[in-house]
């Protein structure tokens, strides 16, 4: 299979220390990043519809930095002031550091994991039993996170104050990739949207989550790369791992 030519359905990482800058020198490929989706806001009346308060809550769950700026918007549309003693629990030190844009960043009420992951976050909830909590997440439900929660026992709400929708291609954007990156379901239905007569062939697809990787499966599509595993955790690992085994093959 000929790898020569990468799309990654994000936005360009913002530090020159991101690993796919690495793996496309090394393996001299050419990454591009475009996302496939974007955040459309909810507003007040629409939020209101979801019947909930956002004071009786005392802590705050962000799994993205999109969700702290429609967390904030949405107070200041409904005229909320948000009291010092809430707490916000950050799934990872760069969305956590994102707070710093709308309060002042005090480590004894910001939380976060030193890995990222959704499961970490969860046991230091757990060091916060007393605490009510509020998820604020996009219309698109992330089944794998409420599963993970629900098993937790954790007392939480999900608050929807965001919808995540297609990201359209224009007619001069050219598409001729041998690899796409994957990282939500709602990306999947948005390629077959942009290109709904997308033949798959040697195109490889990679993706991260079980959510993605069953929409990928349900659009009759091959799935060449599926991450986390215990061996490759996150995306750029599997992603190297694929073009390592793809070099040997040849």
Known sequence: MKINKILVSQPKPTSEKSPYFDISKKYGVKIDFRPFIKVEPIFAKEFKAQKVSILDYSAVIFNARHGIDHF?????ELHIVIPDAMKYFCVSETVAVYLQHYIHYRKRKVFYTATGKMAELITLMGKHSDE??????SDVRNEDLFL????????????IMY?????DFTADETFDYNMLLFFSPVGIASLLKNFPDFKQGDIAIACFGAATAQAVRDAGLRLDVEAPTPECPSMT??????????KAKK
């Open 72 to 76: 904030f918007r949405l107070c200041d």
């Open 132 to 137: 009510k909590f509020l998820l604020v997440t």
């Open 148 to 159: 993970t929660l629900d098993k937790s026992q954790i007392n939480y709400d999900k608050a």
């Open 163 to 167: 919808k995540t929708v297609s990201n």
């Open 237 to 246: 690992m599997a992603l190297e791992n694929f073009l390592k085994t793809n």
